[in-house]
C-alpha cells in the first residue's frame, strides 16, 4: 500500500525583547543563576503580571509576515502543570483567542513553490531550567517568564524534506524579522513535529504522535523519518492499533530512534482558563502601524535578486534564505563589483571554506568589504581567478588587507605585454620541436604552451594575455 | 459537577498531592460543597453573552520594554528557600 505522511509542526520562538513577558526582568545573559528573578517570575503571592508591549508588537509583525489576522483582542490563559522550573504552578498562555491566526508561508520543494498554513502564534512565557545532579534537582529561574511565540502549522507537510523547507523559511522570516535571535543550539528555536501515516487518498487524520526534543534541522529530518518508518512498518504488520498510539515521544539523537514517554500523558489535562490577573489585550491602534512596517522578506528579496542583478532562482534563493547571507552578498555589492562573481565567490569560495572550518557565516574571517575588494582585483587584472583563491585561503588564516595580502603572496598578475612577451619567447625556442609539431596541426599543444608560460611566471601572467600572444606568435 | 473518590484520585495526581485515606471522606464533603457554592453562578442566563466578555471596559495595561534588575530580591528569597546550593533553589530529583 502507498502511504501519504502528514505532518503538523509547533515552533518555539524566544522573542529578543529586553524584558520578561510579564516582568522587567532583563532577558539578557546572566552573571549567576536565579539573579534575573523577581517577585513575579518568581510567584511570590501578590506580585502581578504586567505585559510587555514589545513582545505585543512583535508578535504583531510576525502575523504581518505571514499574512495572518491579527486579533485586536486576544486573551492569556494558564496553562496548569507542576514542575520546578515553572513557579507558578501554570503558564501563562494563550488558548482560545490567540494574538495571531489564519497565516501562510510558501516553501520551496523539487517542484514547486508550496503553501502551508499556519493555524496560530501565540504569546506565551518561557520556563526555567533544571538541572538533575545526584538525589537532587537544580532550578535556575532566569529563563522562566522568558517571552515565547508559538507558531502553530497546519497539518499540509507531507515529508521530512518538507518539514525541513518550512523550518528554515520560518527561521529566515524570524530572523528578516529581528524579533528573536533564532539559534537551535542555544533553544531560542524550538520545533516539536506531530506525524502521522494514511493511505493515499484517504481524507481522514489517523493517530498522531508528538516528537519533542529537536533542536537541528538534520535531527527534525532524522526523527521524522524514523518515526514516519516506524508507522508504516506497524500498519504492515497489523499492529498499527496497539503500536500507534497518541503520545509524546523523545528523539534520542544517539540513537536515532524516537521513544515513548509513557506515563507523562495522564498528566496532560491543563486545565486552560482565562488568567484572571490579566485582562483582555487590546492592541492600541498606534501599534498596528508601527508593527506592519516590516521590512523585505526572504521571498521578495529572492525574486528582487533574480530581477535586479539576474542570478539564477537557485542561488537566488539560498542567498536570500539566511539574513546573515544576504546581508553579506548585498554589502558585497555595494562595493560595485558584478553580481554573478559576488555570487560565486561567496556561495562557492567562501562558503566552502567557512564549511571546511565549521565557522558560520556571521563569523566569517573574511568580511564583506574584503570579499568584495578580492573580486574588485580579479576584475581590474591584478590577480588571476587561480592566485584569488590562494589570497583568499591567506586571508582566512591571517588579519590582512587584501592588497597587502596580494602584495605579501607576491601574487600580482603579470599584466605587462611585453614582460609576458619575453617570457613566451623563451618557451618557444626551448621547445623548437613542439613547436614545429604545432604548426604541423597538433593543435593539442597549445594547452602545453599556455601551461608552461604560466609555470615559468609562477602562475602570475594574465592567462588571456598569455593566450592571445601565443597565438599571434604561432600564428 | 460532583466530586467523587475517582475524582479525587485523578486530582491528587495532577496537582502532585497526596491525600491520606482517613481525610478522603472529609476532603470530599468540602469540595462538593465548594461546587455547589459556585454553581449559584449557573443560574445567570449567559447563552447570548459571547465568551470573551469581560465585566471590565479596556485592555490590560501594557508596560515599556525597560529592564531593571535588584540583585538583592533573588539573594533574600534564595536566603528563605527551603534548600538552595550555589545560587540554584534546590528541590528533591524530578526524574528518574
Known amino acids: 500500500m502507498e502511504f501519504e505522511v502528514v505532518i503538523g509542526l509547533e515552533v518555539h520562538v524566544q522573542l529578543n525583547t529586553k524584558t520578561k513577558m510579564f516582568c522587567s526582568c532583563p532577558t539578557s545573559f546572566a552573571q549567576r543563576q536565579n539573579i534575573n528573578t523577581c517577585p513575579t517570575c518568581l510567584a511570590l503571592p501578590g506580585a502581578l503580571p504586567v505585559v510587555n508591549s514589545e513582545a505585543v508588537k512583535k508578535a504583531m509583525m510576525f502575523g504581518y509576515a505571514i499574512n495572518a489576522k491579527i486579533n485586536e483582542r486576544s486573551v492569556f490563559n494558564r496553562k496548569n502543570y507542576f514542575y520546578p522550573d515553572l513557579p507558578k504552578g501554570y503558564q501563562i498562555s494563550q488558548f482560545e483567542i490567540p494574538i495571531v491566526e489564519n497565516g501562510y508561508l510558501f516553501i520551496d520543494t523539487q517542484e514547486e513553490k508550496r503553501k502551508i498554513g499556519i493555524t496560530r502564534a501565540h504569546l506565551e512565557e518561557d520556563a526555567g531550567k533544571n538541572i538533575h545532579e545526584g538525589a537532587v534537582s537544580k532550578v535556575d529561574l532566569n529563563r522562566a517568564g522568558t517571552p515565547l511565540l508559538e507558531i502553530v502549522s497546519e497539518p499540509d507537510i507531507r515529508s521530512s524534506d518538507e518539514a525541513v523547507a518550512y523550518l528554515k523559511k520560518l527561521h529566515a522570516i524570524v530572523r528578516y524579522l529581528d524579533i528573536s535571535d533564532a539559534n537551535m543550539q542555544e533553544g531560542s528555536f524550538r520545533c516539536d513535529a506531530n506525524v502521522s501515516i494514511r493511505p493515499k487518498g484517504d481524507d481522514r487524520l489517523y493517530t498522531r504522535v508528538e516528537i519533542k526534543n529537536l533542536n537541528s534541522f538534520r535531527f527534525i529530518q532524522k526523527a521524522i523519518d524514523y518515526e514516519v518508518q516506524r508507522h508504516i512498518e506497524a500498519w504492515e504488520e497489523g499492529v498499527y492499533e496497539s503500536e500507534v498510539v497518541q503520545e509524546t515521544r523523545l528523539f534520542d539523537a544517539d540513537r536515532g530512534v524516537t521513544k515513548s514517554m509513557r506515563g507523562k500523558e495522564e498528566s496532560a489535562d491543563y486545565r486552560y482558563f482565562p488568567d484572571p490577573d490579566l485582562l483582555p489585550v487590546v492592541i492600541p491602534q498606534e501599534f498596528f502601524e508601527e508593527a506592519s512596517k516590516i521590512p523585505e522578506l526572504p521571498d521578495e528579496k529572492e525574486e528582487r535578486f533574480i530581477k535586479e542583478y539576474g542570478i539564477g532562482r537557485y542561488n537566488a534563493a539560498l542567498i536570500a534564505g539566511s539574513k546573515e547571507m544576504a546581508d553579506f552578498f548585498e554589502k558585497m555589492l555595494s562595493y560595485g563589483i558584478d553580481a554573478k562573481n559576488a555570487v560565486s565567490w561567496l556561495t562557492v569560495e567562501l562558503a566552502a571554506r567557512l564549511n571546511k572550518s565549521g565557522k558560520d557565516i556571521v563569523d566569517s574571517p573574511v568580511c564583506a568589504e574584503r570579499l568584495a575588494k578580492l573580486v574588485q582585483r580579479i576584475e581590474d587584472k591584478t590577480i588571476s581567478n587561480k592566485a584569488a583563491k590562494d589570497v583568499l585561503d591567506y586571508l582566512f588564516e591571517h588579519e590582512a588587507e587584501v592588497d597587502e595580502a596580494i602584495e605579501k603572496l607576491g601574487l600580482k598578475q603579470i599584466s605587462d605585454a611585453g614582460a609576458i612577451a619575453a617570457i613566451i619567447d623563451e618557451i618557444l625556442s626551448a621547445n623548437e620541436d613542439k613547436v614545429a609539431e604545432y604548426k604541423n596541426g597538433k593543435e593539442k599543444l597549445f594547452g602545453f604552451f599556455v601551461g608552461q608560460v604560466m609555470k615559468a611566471s609562477k602562475g602570475k601572467a594574465d592567462p588571456q594575455l598569455v593566450n592571445r600572444l601565443l597565438k599571434e606568435r604561432l600564428g | ?96
Open chain 2, 1 to 96: 459537577m460532583h466530586i467523587d473518590v475517582e475524582l479525587l484520585r485523578r486530582l491528587e495526581n495532577l496537582s502532585m498531592l497526596e491525600i491520606s485515606p482517613h481525610k478522603e471522606q472529609e476532603i470530599l464533603t468540602e469540595l462538593n460543597r465548594f461546587l455547589d457554592f459556585v454553581e449559584i453562578i449557573e443560574e445567570l442566563d449567559l447563552s447570548k453573552e459571547d465568551f470573551r466578555f469581560n465585566p471590565l471596559n479596556g485592555g490590560t495595561p501594557l508596560r515599556e520594554d525597560t529592564p531593571r534588575v535588584d540583585p538583592e530580591i533573588s539573594r533574600e528569597i534564595l536566603k528563605n528557600a527551603p534548600r538552595s546550593a550555589d545560587n540554584f533553589f534546590v528541590v528533591p530529583k524530578i526524574i528518574e
